[in-house]
């Protein structure tokens, strides 16, 4: 055969000559070969088709376990390792013994497939007791790992409990209230304290224990911050908690990892990580009343503005930019700053009307006569990167959105029932409306509570 190499060892060359043969014979005699060989394929072209994500190969996603950025995070992961390796070594063990058998004893002639089996034997008390030592083995190894972490990584260590700080999370469908019962804020202009409040958003100094009791006010919910720390559940009458740390300043992704109703997938949250100046700096900002924008004098003369139509958007819908995903810590300090070119005329008319639509009966805005608890508390509302519960980007374009159809982002959400049609005494009274003018008014105003 001159289309073969001639330095090839005869044994190999007639080999490699009878392969197109076996493999056909192989996919006639086994139909199941050829449905194994196009799910490869698809598995390989779906491997191509992200072949471009570096990330996908790091398996370093936003919400990955496998690249972590805290000690809780790392030592659950190396638990998570030790169990595969102890399986991979059980596989290896088992698919070897069974390889052997399958080729040291496979039927080579046809007197071998119709031959009687051998004599069947069984109860050898060495195999048995063997197999039996093994797995115990195997467990144990498991086990100490597992133990070991679950007793270091239930609460803060003793050594470090001092310097630990402390934050309530309560669960509600579907969003994420975070209280920060050290940090005590006024509530009005007379004085009146309380804890300060956040939603969705969870501000934590970095390479501080933090402490995080886990609450919910309706149904089980579960908290997970997948590159720190998870899971727990937040559960209806039980006090759970959970610890975690963040080794460096960084945006981390949250998630409710427990199915609690219509919009379970999308109740997620944001932890963010900052160094101890910039963390004060943040507490004392978030200590402050709602920011006052009064109209001012000098633009009173300026043209009201034309509002544009909000564009409409698909069903699930990304709500998330290209800029805000590069760098999500930049585009959260970026929030932090009051927006140039405010326009204080609308601000006060949509503050005006977060009071006439009975927005205020829901949530809290210190300061701005805000004072419902129900919903997340808007206070600082302008200084978070997202809303809807982590889902969507908070910039004006989304906050309409959100303001005009909160349903159709989140499905079920409360703030949906106050659009409704609603029957009252026999009535039928209508929900929540706005106009295009009142959209952008209320988004205005939202967006400059920094
Ligand atoms: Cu809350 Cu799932």
Known sequence: MESCSPN????WRTRLSLLPLTARHMLTSFPQLARWGRALAALAGLTLVSGCDFNFWRMDGHQSTIVVEGPVAREQLQVFYVTCWVSLVIFVIVAAVLAYATFKFKARTESDEHAEPPPQSHGNPLVELGLIGASVLALVVIAIPTLKAIWSTYDVPEAERKEAFVVNGTGYQWWFKFEYPSELVPINDQGAKAPLVTGNELVIPVGRPVRINLRT?????????????????????????????????GYYWGQCAEYCGDSHAVMRFRVIALEKKEFAEWLEQQSSLARNVAPRADEASRPRAQFAALRSFKQNEAGITDKFDVNPLE?????????????????????????????????????????????????HFGSRSTLAAGLIENNTEQLRRWIRDPGSVKPGNKM???YARVERDGKAVDGIKLTTEEEVALAAYLESLK
């Not at 089980?220 to 080794?247: C, Q, T």
């Not at 700053?337 to 829901?362: M, T």
């Open 217 to 249: 006010v309706d149904v089980i919910h579960s908290f997970w911050v997948p590159k720190l720390a998870g899971k727990v559940d937040m559960i209806p009458n039980r006090a759970n908690h959970l610890y975690l740390k963040a080794e460096k300043a």
């Open 8 to 11: 090839l060892p005869d044994f």
């Open 416 to 418: 949906a029932l106050a």
């Open 331 to 379: 585009a959260w300090r970026a929030k932090q700053l009051p927006e140039k070119n405010e326009d204080s005329r609308l601000i006060s008319q949509g503050r005006e009307l977060f009071k006439a639509k009975a927005c205020i009966g829901c949530h809290t805005v210190r300061g701005h006569d805000g004072m419902g608890v129900t919903a997340p508390d808007l206070t």
